[in-house]
RNA sequence: GGCCCGUUCGUCUAAGGGUUAGGACACCACCCUUUCACGGUGGUGAUACGAGUUCGAAUCUCGUACGGGCUACCA
C-alpha cells in the first residue's frame, strides 16, 4: 500500500492512506439480476475501496437500448442494500463526478472519439452489418476461424482509411451510419501489471480495431471505461478475469488519450465457476442452487429466477460465502463478518484461479450464521416467514424464545417455519402411524395420569416437566423412552424439533395438557 | 483455429526450497442424544504429467496435457 506523508498543523509528522477510487460498472440489462461472480466483483471493490478510506462508486452501462431491461437498474442497488454494499457514489445516491448513466455522457465520448481520430488512432468505418458478416464470411480459414477487423483486413474494408478524404466527408455529411474504430498498431507489445497476476503482455498483431463509438452514437465499454476511469479519477480498476483479453485496448486508449502514468492500477479476479465451466443463469435451475443475489423475475420473458435472499440466506452469510470464494485471509478462520473482511481483506491474497461454487459449503456458511445470530437480528424474518405460512405470531416474547431454542437446527431461514410453526398453532396433522403399533392402555394411562399432574403442577418448566414424567413412568413401570416419541408426536406433530420438555414448557400448561388429551383419542 | 489466464483431496483452500502436505465443506465410523439436529472424536481422500535447476521442489524454469476465458456496433 501506498502512503504519503502530510505535515500536521503542530509540525508533526503523520502517514495518511492515499485516496482511492475504486468503481464497478453494471449494465441493467444481459441477464439483469445480479449473479454470484457479479457480486463477488462488486464485493471485493468495496472491501478495497473501504479498507483503504477511499470511495467505492458505481456506473451504470445503459449503452444498449436493445438489450436494456426495464426495472433492471433499480434491482442492481436494491441487491447491494440487501448485501450492505451501499456504494459511496452512484446513479442514486449521487456523488461529485456525475452523471453516472452512460447514456447521459454521449458528447463526452464522441468527444475523446474525435479526437482519436484526428490523433491517427482511430478511423471511421462505414461497413454495414451484412459486409462485416460478409468479410468473416470470406476470410474465414481453417488458420483463422473467426477473422477480425485488424490491419489486415481494414484496408480492404470501407473506411477513413480506404476512402479519399473527400468521399469520407461526403459521407459524414450525409449523415451515413458509421462507427469508430481504434486503429490497433501494427508490431507492438502492450504489458502492464496486473495487481493479482503479474505481468501481461500481449503483441498488438492479435488484437483487433475494436469498435469504440457505436453507429448510434453510444460509446462501447472500451471507450466508456477509459473515459470515465480518467474524468472520475479512478485509481483502481478490478474487474473479472473474463476482460483479461480486451486489456490491450484499454492499454492503448490510456496511451493515447490520457497518458500512461495515469491509468488506474487494475487486477483481474478470477472466475466463479458452475458445474461446467464460467457460471451462468441456467446453472441455477439446472443445479438446483441459486446463481442471483436476490429474485428476479424478467419482465420480457416472465421468467422468475430465485435469489439467495429468497432461498433463505442471511445477508452476511452471502457475502461471507462470496469473500471465501477466491480469498481467504492466510488463518483456518472462515466467518468473517463484513468489518473484519474490510480489515483482513488483502489483494495480493486473491487467488488467480476460478473457483467453482459449491451450493453445500454456501448452505453451511449460512448455518454457522444462523447460529451465531442473535435472536434479535433473525426475528423479523422469522416473523414474515410464519406469516407467509398462514401463522400470525401474536406474542414476541414466545417467538424469541422458540427462535433461541431452534435455531441451532435451521440451515436456511425457511427451515423455522418447519421447526416453529407448532409452537403458535396445532399440528393439524399427527404422525399417528409412528406411534400406533406400540400404543396401548398402559401408555394411554400414563399420559391420562401425566396430564392430570401436569394441571396440577405448582411451577412450569423443562427440568419439573422432565422429573414428574420420568418418576411416572417409574410408577408405572415404563420405559421413559418408550414414552417420549409418543409425547413428542402429541406436541409436535412429527418426529422433529427441540427437546420435548423444552417444547412443553413454552407451549404452557393449557396448550400442552389440551394436546395431550386431543392426541389420546387420536391414538384410540 | 488464434491469443490470454490457470492447474494441491470430489469442492473451497493453507504451506513464499526442508511439514508425517494443514484446515473447512461433503462423505464414512464412533460418542453424545430414546425425535431431528447441534456438538465431540476419528477415518477415507490431493501436489496433472515429463524434463531441468538444487544437497533438497507442491514451491523456481521449460515442455506436454488438461481446464477456463476472449475472439460482436454485449458487457
Known amino acids: ?111 475523446y472519439a474525435e479526437q482519436l481520430v484526428k490523433d491517427g488512432h482511430a478511423y471511421y468505418a462505414f461497413d454495414t452489418p451484412e459486409e462485416l458478416e460478409k468479410m468473416r464470411h470470406d476470410f474465414k480459414t481453417e488458420q483463422n476461424s473467426s477473422p477480425q477487423y485488424d490491419s489486415n483486413i481494414r484496408m480492404k474494408m470501407r473506411n477513413s482509411l480506404t476512402l479519399a478524404a473527400d468521399e469520407t466527408e461526403k459521407l459524414l455529411a450525409e449523415g451515413t451510419r458509421h462507427v469508430i474504430r ?48 480518467y474524468l472520475m479519477k479512478i485509481s483502481h ?16 486508449l490510456w496511451k493515447y488519450l490520457f497518458g500512461l502514468e495515469n491509468m488506474p492500477q487494475c487486477a483481474h479476479f478470477p472466475l466463479i465457476l458452475g458445474p461446467n465451466g464460467k457460471l451462468s443463469k441456467r446453472d441455477g435451475a439446472k443445479y438446483g442452487f441459486p446463481v442471483f443475489a436476490m429474485s428476479w423475475n424478467d419482465p420480457k420473458t416472465n421468467e422468475l429466477t430465485e435469489g439467495f435472499k429468497e432461498k433463505g440466506f442471511l445477508p452476511e452469510a452471502f457475502i461471507n460465502l462470496l469473500a471465501l470464494l477466491g480469498w481467504n485471509d492466510g488463518t483456518e478462520q472462515e466467518i468473517f ?51 407467509q405460512n398462514g401463522i400470525t405470531v401474536g406474542n414476541d416474547a414466545l417467538l424469541e424464545k422458540v427462535i433461541g431454542l431452534v435455531k441451532d437446527r435451521c440451515v436456511l431461514l425457511p427451515d423455522f417455519v418447519q421447526q416453529s410453526s407448532f409452537f403458535f398453532k396445532a399440528p393439524e396433522t399427527l404422525d399417528v402411524d409412528a406411534v ?46 418408550e414414552l417420549q416419541l409418543p ?37 384410540g
Open 237 to 252: 480498476a478490478f474487474r473479472g478475469e473474463e476482460w483479461l483479453p480486451s486489456a490491450p485496448v484499454h492499454i492503448l
Open 1 to 111: 500500500m501506498k502512503f504519503r506523508a502530510c505535515p500536521l498543523r503542530e509540525g508533526s509528522l503523520s502517514l495518511h492512506a492515499m485516496s482511492k477510487r475504486v468503481r464497478v460498472r453494471f449494465a441493467p440489462s444481459p441477464t439483469g439480476g445480479l449473479h454470484l461472480g457479479g457480486v463477488r466483483t462488486v464485493l471485493y471493490n468495496y472491501l478495497f475501496a473501504k479498507k483503504h478510506g477511499g470511495d467505492f462508486l458505481v456506473r451504470i452501462e445503459d449503452t444498449d437500448q436493445s438489450r436494456y431491461v426495464p426495472g433492471a437498474e433499480e434491482y442492481i442497488f436494491d441487491t447491494l442494500k440487501w448485501c450492505g454494499l451501499e456504494p459511496d457514489e452512484s446513479v442514486q445516491y449521487g456523488g461529485n463526478y456525475g452523471p453516472y448513466r452512460q447514456s447521459e455522457r454521449k458528447a463526452t465520448y464522441r468527444q
Open 182 to 229: 481504434i486503429k490497433i498498431p501494427l508490431h507492438e507489445t502492450v504489458s502492464f501489471t496486473d495487481m493479482i497476476r503479474g505481468q501481461v503482455s500481449f503483441d498488438t498483431s492479435v488484437v483487433d480495431d475494436k469498435v469504440l463509438l457505436k453507429a448510434d452514437g453510444m460509446p462501447t465499454y472500451h471507450l466508456a471505461v477509459v473515459v470515465d476511469d
Open 337 to 387: 463478518t463484513k468489518e473484519e473482511l474490510i480489515e483482513k481483506f488483502s489483494l495480493e491474497r486473491v487467488h488467480s484461479a476460478g473457483a467453482k461454487f459449491d451450493y453445500e459449503k454456501a448452505k453451511w456458511f449460512n448455518h454457522e450464521w444462523i447460529k451465531q445470530s442473535a435472536v434479535g437480528n433473525l426475528q423479523l424474518a422469522v416473523k414474515n416467514l410464519l406469516a
Open 487 to 523: 409425547f413428542r408426536i402429541m406436541l409436535v406433530g412429527g418426529k422433529f424439533g427441540p427437546p420435548v420438555f423444552n417444547i412443553a414448557e413454552l407451549l404452557g400448561k393449557e396448550e400442552t395438557i389440551e394436546r395431550i388429551n386431543r392426541a389420546i383419542n387420536m391414538f
Open 436 to 481: 400406533k403399533p406400540k400404543w396401548d392402555e398402559g401408555k394411554k394411562n400414563f399420559f391420562v395420569a401425566y396430564a392430570e399432574k401436569s394441571q396440577a403442577a405448582a411451577e412450569w418448566n423443562a427440568t419439573v416437566l422432565e422429573n414428574t414424567f420420568k418418576d411416572l413412568a417409574g410408577e408405572k413401570g415404563i420405559k421413559p423412552g
